[in-house]
């Protein structure tokens, strides 16, 4: 079955970096674009960034351009999401999400926190 299993979260100082990948299984990686999305306290699911099937395809929410940065490896079958100048405001929850699938992984957690 369809799986996607988030990993790299933590605790991080404001200005601090993580990555974030996502492995996925049960379906042709190299054939679907994927999708990153957060979840903060008490708000709603948003959107942070789009990787397209053809790797050099990306966009990304205005409160993320410029310090987030999706990539994805096809040989692994893993999407990454790194992040630059973390803010306290990036707290989150962080979700990958297989569009075409309606499949999202289980997250994993980023606080930024000093």
């Known amino acids: 079955q369809v799986q996607l299993v988030e990993s790299g979260g933590g605790l991080v100082q404001p200005g601090g970096s993580l990555k974030l990948s996502c492995t996925a299984s049960g379906f042709t990686f190299s054939n679907l674009a994927m999708s990153w999305y957060r979840q903060a306290p008490g708000k709603e699911r948003e959107f942070d960034a789009h990787?397209?099937?053809?790797?050099?395809?990306?966009n990304y929410a205005a409160s993320v351009k410029g310090r987030f940065t999706t990539s994805r490896d096809n040989a692994k079958n893993t999407v990454y999401l790194q992040m630059n100048s973390l803010k306290p405001e990036d707290t989150a929850v962080y979700y990958c999400y297989a569009p075409r699938l309606t499949s999202w992984g289980q997250g994993t957690q980023v606080t930024v926190s000093s």
């Open positions: 990787m397209s099937v053809a790797a050099g395809i990306t």
